[in-house]
């Protein structure tokens, strides 16, 4: 990676994308640190007590990813719904400079234990 830059990971949730990143010169400025995911707007449990786990599943494979899980509750705290925007936090690390974009995953699967 000398060559290219360090990679950077910054994972979405189970229906969102996932981005591989570079880091950049520029990411010195904050330790050449980053995001590890977009971050939360509800906490498990408001996830668990207001999303339906089954229904996440339903949407989930209406986009075609397949979902194996242990718990319904698994799914519904885990929601994407419970995410910030993958795609608006990616970009501001993108356009501040810290890691540049160079990849974006989609989902296929989600296996959920407990």
């Avoid at 799914?75 to 501040?96: L, R």
């Amino acid at each position: 990676y000398r060559g290219v830059g360090q990679p950077v990971i910054i994972p979405g949730s189970m229906g969102t994308a996932s981005y591989i990143l570079v880091g950049t010169k520029e990411g010195e400025e904050a330790f050449y640190s980053s995001c590890h995911g977009s971050g939360r707007t509800m906490s498990r449990h408001a996830a668990i007590r207001s999303l339906s786990g089954r229904e996440i599943i339903n949407q989930l494979e209406r986009k075609g990813i397949v979902v194996k899980c242990y718990s319904l509750k698994g799914i519904a705290e885990e929601a994407p719904q419970a995410y910030k925007n993958v795609d608006e936090v990616v970009e501001v690390v993108h356009n501040a400079g810290l890691s540049k974009k160079v990849a974006k995953l989609l989902p296929l699967a989600v296996i959920k234990g407990e």
